[in-house]
Nanobody, 120 residues
Framework: QVQLQESGPGLVKPSQTLSLTCTVS??????????WSWIRQPPGKGKEWMGI???????YYSPSLRNRMSISRDTSKNHFSLQLSSVTPEDTAVYYC????????????WGQGTQVTVSS
């Protein structure tokens, strides 16, 4: 059973950097044919794809967030992380990590999500 668990601060001040980690169990983040994603859902809005890190460490970001975000990983800890800089209240959202199959092209496992609020 694959499990993903997001962790990080629930409150971030404007202009600071949001940092979250997704710890994976039941699978390795280096497993072929899967990519590991960050997705967020602002209040009252739909889910927004933010970016991914592939099994071999390549990263791809949403064009709207590319200048402010980065995804990294620690294979020894089997986790991957999100950093989003210069946050504003518009970055307030529930942040999810998820696994996506590059063969089936669907998300098959999700974390429970973590609420991040940007406020002074």
């Amino acid at each position: 059973q694959v499990q993903l668990q997001e962790s990080g601060p629930g409150l971030v001040k404007p202009s600071q950097t949001l940092s979250l980690t997704c710890t994976v169990s039941g699978d390795s983040i280096t497993t072929t044919y899967y990519v590991w994603s960050w997705i967020r859902q602002p209040p009252g809005k739909g889910k927004e794809w933010m970016g991914i890190i592939s099994n071999d460490g390549r990263t791809y970001y949403s064009p709207s967030l590319r200048n402010r975000m980065s995804i990294s990983r620690d294979t020894s800890k089997n986790h991957f992380s999100l950093q989003l800089s210069s946050v504003t209240p518009e970055d307030t959202a529930v942040y999810y990590c998820a696994r996506k199959s590059t063969i089936l092209l669907g998300y098959d496992y999700w974390g429970q999500g973590t609420q991040v609020t940007v406020s002074s």
